[in-house]
T-cell receptor, first 113, second 112 residues
Framework: SQQGEEDPQALSIQEGENATMNCSYK?????LQWYRQNSGRGLVHLIL?????REKHSGRLRVTLDTSKKSSSLLITASRAADTASYFC?????????????FGAGTQVVVTP | DADVTQTPRNRITKTGKRIMLECSQT?????MYWYRQDPGLGLRLIYY???????NKGEISDGYSVSRQAQAKFSLSLESAIPNQTALYFC???????????FGQGTRLTVV
């Protein structure tokens, strides 16, 4: 079963605009991670935020985490055509000794020039 | 060179055939995983392994088997392929302690 659920399922924006997507999860977490997948390719790790962190930045990426609401958001600022991809959140559950990640279904982002 | 390499990248096979997907990694991670991705769905875990002696079923292991030949090699087999196993398959490793995942480029499998 999926732990995370992304919202929206799809997002279409123009270059230069910001893109925001959300992830909700069900159980407690060690950390929450965001990944990008270009069409048909492997997922690439973007950013990780730990359960005791509220906000994190990496380049044009900004991630927030609200553990009380069991939700996270990923903001991509000043989007580019190259940001066109699917974005997935994944959670790492502290009660899972194997450290398996649970992935959501993803948000498909299209950035048009 | 890719840190996690999957072969083949694409494969078309017939119903009932046995097929093996291979994965090798140069990251030195102990943990390796096989996932399946279907359109509109996230990644679902098929099997995972923490060393050559430790193999565990994921949420959708029926119809699949795995072999961990060495720390660096983890293969996935479909004993008798069926059309609903048509999907994109990914191998991944993860690093301690945060368990960030590193994915191969995927194998697109079509069962006809």
């Amino acid at each position: 079963s999926q732990q995370g659920e992304e919202d929206p399922q799809a997002l279409s924006i123009q270059e230069g605009e910001n893109a925001t997507m959300n992830c909700s999860y069900k159980t407690s977490i060690n950390n929450l991670q965001w990944y990008r997948q270009n069409s048909g390719r492997g997922l690439v790790h973007l950013i990780l935020i730990r359960s005791n962190e509220r906000e994190k930045h990496s380049g044009r990426l900004r991630v927030t985490l609200d553990t009380s609401k069991k939700s996270s958001s990923l903001l991509i600022t000043a989007s580019r055509a190259a940001d066109t991809a699917s974005y997935f959140c994944a959670t790492n559950n502290p009660t899972d000794s194997w450290g398996k990640l649970q992935f959501g279904a993803g948000t498909q982002v299209v950035v048009t020039p | 060179d890719a840190d996690v390499t999957q072969t083949p990248r694409n494969r078309i096979t017939k119903t009932g055939k046995r097929i093996m997907l291979e994965c090798s990694q140069t990251k030195g991670h102990d943990r390796m995983y096989w996932y399946r991705q279907d359109p509109g769905l996230g990644l679902r875990l098929i099997y995972y392994s923490f060393d050559v002696k430790d193999i565990n079923k994921g949420e959708i292991s029926d119809g699949y088997s795995v072999s961990r030949q060495a720390q660096a090699k983890f293969s996935l087999s479909l004993e008798s392929a069926i059309p609903n196993q048509t999907a994109l398959y990914f191998c991944a490793t993860s690093d301690p302690p945060d368990r960030r995942a590193f994915f191969g480029q995927g194998t697109r499998l079509t069962v006809v």
